[in-house]
C-alpha cells in the first residue's frame, strides 16, 4: 500500500472538545504488539504490549480521554497494565491527558527534557494552545536520551530527539516479531512534523520557537529517511493513511507493513515545509 495522506478534519477543536463521539474510533492492531488506541481519528495513541506491562505512546486530549480507557478496556486490558507513557512533544494533543492517565494507572511519564522546559516555560504554546481544551499539568518522572532506550518486559523502545515542531520533539522507533512468521519489523513513530509551527507567522509570535528548528528539521530528514522503518505509523492518523485498513490486522495479512512509506512521509513532509517557507519568501 503507497503512502497516503488525507485532509485535516474540519473544525476539530470544535469536535474534540464538544463532541468528540463524532470522530471515534474502535481500537485497532497495526503492528505485532501494537494497538491504536486513542479512541478518536484526530491524534494518534498506541498501546504497546511488552509481555510485562504496556507502554502508551501519547495520550490525546483530555476531552476524549474516555474514547482511550474505552479502547484499553475493549483490547482486554486494565489501565494498571500502562506503566510507561511517552509524550512525543508538549502540544495538548498529544500529552493533554498524560496527567489524567498517570494518575489511573500509575505509570511514569517520560518526554524530552527539552519539551518538558518548553511546556513549563510557554503553557500558552504547549498545554493552553485552545481555550477549548483543558489540559492539566503532569509531572515529568524522566527525560528521554537518545543512547538509552526505554525498555519494559521484551520491548526496547529507541528515542530519537527530532527538532522541527516543537524544539524537544522525539520520535519512536521499536521492534517487533511477527508470531506467524518470526520475522522481525521496525516500527517508527515520528514525533510532530506539522507545519503550524514551522512557519514565519508562527515564529514572529512565539516567546520560545525560532525558524533554526525549522531548518533542522529539513537538514536531519535526509539523514532520517535513511532510517529503516516497516511500519511507520502517524502521531496523527491523516499524516499517514491507516484508518482506511482498520479491523483488517492479522499476523499473516501484516496490512501495515510497507518499507517504503516511511521515506515517503519524511519527504512530503519536507516538501510542506519548504512550500511555507517559499511562499512567505515570495510574500515579502
Ligand atoms: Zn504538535
Do not use: K
Amino acid at each position: 500500500m503507497p503512502f497516503c495522506c488525507s485532509p485535516s478534519i474540519p473544525n476539530v477543536f470544535d469536535v474534540i472538545s464538544e463532541r468528540p463521539w463524532e470522530i471515534a474510533v474502535p481500537p485497532f492492531q497495526v503492528a505485532p504488539r501494537t494497538y491504536y488506541v486513542s479512541g478518536q481519528r484526530w491524534a494518534g495513541s498506541y498501546l504497546i504490549d511488552t509481555g510485562d506491562g504496556c507502554i502508551l505512546v501519547d495520550t490525546g486530549v483530555l476531552e476524549s480521554c474516555p474514547l482511550l480507557v474505552e479502547s484499553v478496556h475493549e483490547l482486554g486490558y486494565s489501565l494498571r497494565d500502562i506503566r510507561i507513557i511517552l509524550v512525543s512533544h508538549a502540544h495538548v494533543d498529544h500529552c493533554g491527558a498524560a496527567g489524567m492517565l498517570a494518575h489511573l494507572s500509575g505509570a511514569d511519564v517520560l518526554m524530552s527534557g527539552e519539551d518538558e522546559e518548553f511546556m513549563r516555560a510557554c503553557p500558552e504554546e504547549t498545554l493552553a494552545i485552545d481555550p477549548r481544551l483543558r489540559a492539566q499539568p503532569f509531572e515529568v518522572s524522566g527525560h528521554f536520551s537518545d543512547d538509552e532506550p526505554v525498555t519494559l518486559g521484551e520491548v526496547s523502545v529507541r528515542t530519537l530527539l527530532t527538532p522541527g515542531h516543537t524544539c524537544g520533539c522525539t520520535s519512536f522507533f521499536w521492534d517487533v516479531e511477527n508470531p506467524a512468521s518470526g520475522e522481525r519489523y521496525t516500527v517508527g513513530m515520528h514525533g510532530g512534523v506539522g507545519v503550524n509551527t514551522m512557519n514565519d507567522e508562527y515564529y514572529a509570535s512565539s516567546a520560545y520557537l525560532t525558524p533554526a528548528l525549522r531548518e533542522r528539521f529539513v537538514e536531519d530528514a535526509g539523514r532520517l529517511a535513511r532510517m529503516h522503518v516497516d511500519i511507520a505509523l502517524p502521531s496523527h492518523p491523516n499524516q499517514i493513511e491507516i484508518m482506511d485498513r482498520a479491523g483488517s490486522y492479522t499476523d499473516e495479512a501484516q496490512p501495515y507493513l510497507d518499507a517504503g512509506v516511511w521515506a515517503e512521509f519524511l519527504a512530503e513532509r519536507v516538501r510542506q515545509v519548504r512550500e511555507a517557507m517559499g511562499s512567505q519568501v515570495s510574500r515579502r
